[in-house]
């Protein structure tokens, strides 16, 4: 007999306006899930109950309480209400994708681990963020049935830094929206660049949230040495939500007047195949990442990618991808080598199209399928 899905509560009431990080991951696993045949409830925030009732069908949405809207109220409601829920849906499983879980659970718990940076790299992060985080994951993956990582390397170091048990966590790399992230058309990466406003300027584009470990400060400085003497040099896209890195101002107080640097903010989704498709090279010179979406993301919209070898990036990247030393002098060999050379460009983005391909939500969703199905056995 074919083996019964277990029903299966997901969590994303942790989901941010912003849809940056989990919630790219959360919008787009859990309607594969409902695809690939999972019996999938979302209970989720007031302010996303429409989204997710378009996305999975309105039988399958449940939502938290106003008063669970806060970071802090959020965190009290995982532990007092969430449970409750889980009961009235007759979930057989808890999928928690941000972390944390309710500790009084009477049920199977699947966590989601994005990142083990916390342990490796502290500095990277607020101080009272990595704390939070670096506790959180030690008590989930001592009290959760199973966890999931996005990436072999985010689970090798769990294991290696916080004592994980290698067999209780699976691995399921996050997948690309190939219906969104694919080759621009020309009157795509036109309508982005007039809206960056840099013409017809070459430019060097970065995408992600402006933190310590994206490494902007270095990238900035990189790209100024690099265009020295450079006729027609590219500018520089700093795309992405504000973080708290307070060396990127300092970084960009240096830049000489010749240059363009062009800071748009957060962009929405649809600007994005258009920003990472018409740039020369996206850099993205982080100093360690659980995954690494936008490298995936501008590889399936055939971008030349300079990245490093840090943590999960070459996972992702593979052959596909240029890498470099994560300091200034290496980026700048990295920016250097590419900007002079189009054919290894054109042959770049030829190889990181058919890599993209390879990442899927649908095999996400599998992967997930498996983990829950386990987790219940």
Known sequence: M???????????T??????????????????CL?????????????????????????????????????????????????????????AAVLHCPHYTMPLA????????????????????????????????????????????????????????????DRERIDVAHHGVDHGRFSRPAADDVATVRASLGVGDTPYVAFLGTLEPRKNVPAL??????????????????????????TGIDAAVAEVPAGLRLVRPGYLPLEQLPGLLGGADVVAYPSLGEGFGLPVLEAMACGAAVLTTRRLALPEVGG??????????????AGLRSLLDDPARRAELATAALARAAEFTWAAAARAHLATYAEAAR
Do not use: M, N
């Open 2 to 12: 074919p083996e019964v899905t277990p029903r299966v509560l997901v969590d994303a």
């Open 14 to 31: 942790a989901v941010p306006e912003d849809r940056g990080g989990v919630g790219r991951y959360v919008d787009e696993l859990l309607p």
């Open 34 to 90: 409902v695809a690939e045949g999972g019996d999938v409830v979302v209970v989720c925030q007031l302010r996303d109950a429409a989204r997710y009732r378009a996305l999975v069908g309105a039988d399958r949405v449940r939502t938290a309480p106003a008063w669970a809207a806060s970071v802090p109220g959020r965190l009290v409601w995982e532990q007092v209400g969430l449970p409750g829920v889980a009961r009235s849906v007759g």
């Open 105 to 164: 659970a009477r049920l199977p718990v699947v966590v989601t681990l994005h990142d083990a940076t916390f342990f490796s790299d502290p500095e990277l992060h607020l101080p009272v963020k990595a704390r939070f985080f670096r506790t959180w994951t030690r008590v989930s993956l001592r009290r959760a049935r199973r966890g999931i990582t996005p990436s072999a390397a985010t689970r090798e170091e769990l294991v290696r830094l916080a004592g994980a």
């Open 220 to 245: 900035v400085r990189a790209w100024v040495r690099a265009s020295a003497g450079r006729a027609g040099p590219p500018a520089l896209v700093l795309a992405g939500g504000r973080g708290w890195d």
């Open 319 to 332: 052959d596909a991808a240029a890498y470099c030393e994560p300091d200034v002098d290496g980026i700048e």
